[in-house]
């Protein structure tokens, strides 16, 4: 048992380190312990961000991962250990554990699910700012999109191999996701864990670079934020920054012009997504109904090898395995065919 921290009638003193920066000061603490942050994906970048984000003293946490632990998640997902891995936890649930036990002056609330057009605008309500720790352009349009209308700076990030980016979108301000991409790109077209594999310090770099954005935000240093989109090769040693403005006011976007949202409204979107890195692909019913899981295992123990805990059941039959969530989202490991996954869906959980 650790020992209890020491009274201290300052609540700012733990962040004394930081308040003494001048462009935060305490001023900028009490808005960090005032604010409220969301963290879409809590993996590689998302861990790295939350932790970062918690430390720094945000007030309120909401992270939102649709996804479990696995072993090849501790090289770079840092808020993990061997034994999150060894409880099957969801990623949200373990991240919100042991942020807690290093900020228990924050509020974190952990958000088991998939970020679709139906929950995403209940997910963004409240939030200040909105971070990108996630791994697929089809999520990041979504967020571009209801983050345009409810206008909430996000920060998008990505990391492949040991390249990086990172960029503040602004609503109103700055160029959108879509000014700098129409569409997202179709599938293998762009590298993947899979092709290109993924090295920890990228990870460090890009997820630091944007939670840096977000503490700007969040203690009313706008005027600092970085607007250019920021792109680093930490193998080769290079960094660019390039200006976008002028995507904006070519005045093209359907998002920021015209209030096109598409992916808001379900006309994009909702395919099976297969994860990158994973061999898996993950399901999601479009009628978003809950599945009792007990009810559940009993069906399916007849069928193969079947394990839970109280958030996901997991079934083991030949070579795959189907690990499904109580919002009826269900992740194939063992494919990376959608088809092939789709159809061991509808063979054990139903159409």
């Known amino acids: 048992m650790s020992a209890p921290l020491p009274d201290n009638a300052d609540p700012l003193a733990r962040y004394s380190r930081q308040t003494l920066f001048p462009y935060i000061g305490r001023e900028g603490q009490q808005r960090l312990a005032a604010s409220r942050a969301l963290v879409v994906g809590c993996g590689a970048l998302g861990s790295v961000i939350a932790n970062t984000l918690a430390r720094a003293g945000v007030g309120h946490l909401r992270i939102v991962d649709r996804d479990f632990l696995e072993l090849h998640n501790l090289q770079r997902q840092v808020l993990f250990d061997e034994q999150d891995v060894a409880a099957g936890l969801p990623k949200a649930v373990a991240a919100a554990a042991k942020l807690r036990t290093i900020n228990s002056s924050i509020e974190v609330e952990p958000v088991v699910a998939d970020l679709t057009h139906e929950n995403v605008l209940s997910l963004v309500d409240g939030a200040q700012v909105i971070v990108d720790g996630t791994d697929n352009f089809e999520t990041r349009f979504l967020l571009n999109d209801a983050a345009l209308k409810q206008n909430i700076p996000w920060i998008y990030g990505g990391a492949i191999g040991a390249e990086g980016q990172m960029r503040v979108i602004l609503p109103g301000e700055t160029a959108c996701l879509r000014c700098m991409m129409e569409d997202a790109p179709p599938p293998g077209t762009t590298a993947t864990c899979d092709t290109a594999g993924i090295l920890g310090p990228t990870i460090g770099v890009i997820a630091s670079l944007e939670s840096m954005e977000a503490i700007?935000?969040?203690?009313?240093?706008?005027?600092?934020?970085?607007?250019?989109?920021?792109?680093?090769?930490?193998?080769?040693?290079?960094?660019?920054?390039?200006?976008?403005?002028?995507?904006?006011?070519?005045?093209?976007?359907?998002?920021?012009?015209?209030?096109?949202?598409?992916?808001?409204?379900?006309?994009?979107?909702?395919?099976?997504?297969?994860?990158?890195?994973?061999?898996?692909?993950?399901?999601?019913?479009?009628?978003?109904?809950?599945?009792?899981?007990?009810?559940?295992?009993?069906?399916?123990?007849?069928?193969?090898?079947?394990?839970?805990?109280?958030?996901?059941?997991?079934?083991?039959?030949?070579?795959?395995?189907?690990?499904?969530?109580?919002?009826?989202?269900?992740?194939?490991?063992?494919?990376?065919?959608?088809?092939?996954?789709?159809?061991?869906?509808?063979?054990?959980?139903?159409?």
């Open 216 to 351: 700007k935000i969040l203690a009313g240093r706008r005027d600092a934020v970085n607007r250019a989109l920021v792109m680093i090769d930490l193998w080769s040693n290079t960094t660019r920054q390039i200006k976008l403005d002028a995507l904006r006011e070519g005045g093209g976007c359907a998002t920021c012009r015209g209030e096109e949202y598409l992916w808001l409204s379900g006309e994009r979107g909702g395919q099976p997504v297969v994860l990158c890195g994973r061999n898996a692909v993950q399901i999601s019913p479009p009628s978003g109904e809950r599945i009792p899981l007990d009810a559940l295992a009993e069906r399916l123990s007849a069928a193969g090898r079947v394990t839970r805990n109280g958030y996901l059941l997991r079934l083991h039959v030949d070579q795959y395995v189907l690990t499904v969530f109580a919002d009826g989202r269900a992740i194939i490991s063992g494919t990376d065919d959608p088809a092939a996954a789709k159809t061991l869906y509808s063979r054990y959980i139903g159409a």
